[in-house]
């Protein structure tokens, strides 16, 4: 693994990165544990103040940011724009919010005084994907600085410029050195930080086979995780689906960011007496996105995220047609520079075909017909997967019926918009454990102590 900036619309190379030595990994690991010792310390308002700026600093630089992310993954401007401001978001949330969050609770025991109180874990180590370059960074870099904690991060290869600009921004923002550093490290260098005494916990977005790894290795030194490990969503439409407002988020929720999102729609489940509508506007709509350089504002079709994943996805479809998959829309590469792949719809997808199981990171619609709500509910459940899920229809008490039924971490009814700081974001079964964003996602390493008070005798 190297890291390295190479922009996937045209190739080219833009810039490489060796790897930390053994001496700069221990000097960043031994700064990381001293600013702790007294980043811990500071108030609630300290700590508040220089997350806040990094906050700000963030949305006065958001063209710069998101300039870097659109060179370094493919992301279209406008979303590594929204991408910025919501990173930025973020963290003022958890400068606003942190105190409030962590507060002592009380309790009401028989014999005295009782109360719960927050306090930090240490340094955290935290692995990250590149499909959000900043947004990623942020859920943890925000709750987890206001808590007290210092991190220490493993971003991803293939957006080292973007993982830098991150740490400059907490430089920037006036926070001490040691609380926030940037990593460029290999796999067997992550498996010696996990394993080091100075590391409290660890928290990783990545794929089922990463969060295996780290976790294992997380848990031979007994040290509290969280995983997110993407997910297969469901994409529910029902027979009373406003099909004009469904189609938009059909759309988005599978193109957005390229449909490299762990929370996307990938599974297109459709009652039967709809489903011809449904797939025919649906794939007129796709038709219309056009592909071009993800810097220019009219593109809406970027390149996926390096050559590799394209030919990942290739490979998938191949895999899934020779197993009885029909191709209905695309099912190749575009014809032109840059890792492009065509808008790609799969029907007719047997429960013994890998695609039914496997997770498509792309422009690649899974598309299913069933016959009533009770099967779409089942067919959704029929999944290793559970991050999240939605469901269209007009009649909204259907719609929580239908949302409750679903296993899985997050469902949404007749939408699919997760990008609010306030609501905690996380799955289950090969989706991962934990939460991020939310009250929740700032409890995830913290330490939960019980003070008790009380004068009464020891028992005899």
Not at 83 to 95: G, R
Not at 314 to 329: E, F, S
Request: aromatic fraction near 10%; proline fraction near 4%.
């Amino acid at each position: 693994m190297s890291y390295q900036s190479t922009n996937p619309f045209d190739g080219k190379t833009q810039k490489s990165f060796e790897h930390f030595n053994a001496s700069q990994l221990e000097n960043s690991l031994a700064t990381a544990e001293a600013c702790f010792q007294t980043w811990k310390l500071t108030s609630y308002k300290e700590r508040a103040a220089i997350v806040n700026k990094a906050a700000k600093l963030m949305h006065e630089h958001a063209n710069d940011f998101a300039k870097l992310a659109t060179m370094e993954m493919g992301k279209r401007i406008e979303e590594a724009r929204a991408e910025v401001n919501f990173s930025a978001d973020i963290l003022a949330y958890y400068a606003d919010h942190g105190e409030k969050f962590l507060k002592d609770v009380k309790l009401n025991p028989k014999v005295g005084e009782a109360h719960m109180e927050s306090s930090p874990f240490g340094v955290l180590f935290c692995v990250e994907p590149w499909n959000f370059p900043y947004y990623q960074l942020a859920r943890v870099a925000g709750p987890q600085l206001m808590a007290g904690n210092t991190i220490v991060v493993k971003h991803a290869g293939c957006v080292p410029q973007c993982a830098i600009a991150f740490e400059k921004l907490w430089q920037e923002a006036g926070a001490p050195i040691g609380a926030y550093t940037n990593l460029l490290v290999t796999h067997e260098q992550s498996n010696a930080i996990i394993a080091d005494p100075r590391i409290k916990g660890v928290a990783l977005t990545g794929s089922v086979d990463a969060g295996k790894a780290v976790a294992a290795r997380a848990g031979q030194f007994l040290k509290k995780t969280s995983m997110e490990l993407g997910g297969s969503d469901a994409f529910i439409v029902l027979d009373d689906a406003d099909l004009d407002k469904t189609i938009p988020w059909a759309i988005w929720g599978r193109m957005y960011n390229g449909g490299q999102t762990c929370c996307a729609a990938k599974r297109f489940i459709v009652l039967d007496s709809i489903a011809d509508e449904f797939i025919t506007k649906f794939k007129a709509a796709l038709s219309e996105l056009k592909p071009g350089d993800p810097m220019d504002e009219k593109t809406t079709h970027g390149p996926l995220s390096t050559e590799e994943a394209l030919l990942q996805l290739i490979r998938q479809v191949d895999t899934a047609v020779k197993h009885g998959a029909k191709v209905l829309m695309g099912g190749k590469r575009l014809n032109r520079p840059g890792a492009f792949m065509e808008i790609t719809i799969l029907t007719d997808i047997k429960p013994d075909n890998p695609a039914f199981r496997d997770e498509f990171f792309g422009p690649v619609v899974s598309f299913y017909r069933v016959k009533d709500e009770a099967a779409a509910i089942a067919l959704a459940n029929d999944s290793d997967f559970g991050l999240g899920g939605s469901v269209f229809t007009k009649d909204v008490a259907r719609g929580r019926r239908v949302a409750s039924l679903v296993d899985t971490g997050m469902m949404f009814i007749n939408n699919i918009d997760w990008a609010d700081a306030e609501l905690p974001f996380g799955g289950i079964k090969n989706s991962g454990y934990g939460r991020e964003l939310g009250d929740m996602g700032i409890q995830e390493f913290v330490n939960k102590k019980l003070v008790r008070i009380a004068n009464h005798p020891a028992p005899k």
